[in-house]
């Protein structure tokens, strides 16, 4: 059975850093390209990062430019979400996902409050 769990989210002060992961099992994970997403509360869902399949191309929304870092360990099947000087504006719920497959993660949140 296919899953994608993220992990790593929580309560941070502005300025601060968090590291999410999202752990990947019942599929070839090398095989896809992946995505987080985020979405704060009455917004929509927001493209944040992605990465294809060896790591070699990453892109970022404007919003997260310079600030975040997505990466994967293939050998782990693990995509990761660098998160630094985080602000308020950052606060959402973080989700993974595997777009060849449709396929999301539940989601982790993350809240960036003094």
């Known amino acids: 059975q296919r899953q994608l769990v993220e992990s790593g989210g929580g309560l941070v002060q502005p300025g601060g850093s968090l590291r999410l992961s999202c752990a990947a099992s019942g599929f070839r994970f090398s095989n896809y390209n992946m995505r987080w997403y985020r979405q704060a509360p009455g917004k929509e869902r927001e493209l944040v990062a992605t990465?294809?399949?060896?790591?070699?191309?990453?892109t970022y929304a404007n919003s997260v430019k310079g600030r975040f870092t997505i990466s994967r360990d293939n050998a782990k099947d693990t995509v990761y979400l660098q998160m630094n000087s985080l602000k308020p504006d950052d606060t959402a719920v973080y989700y993974c996902y595997a777009p060849l497959m449709d396929f999301w993660g539940q989601g982790t949140q993350v809240t960036v409050s003094s």
């Open positions: 990465i294809t399949t060896t790591g070699g191309t990453t």
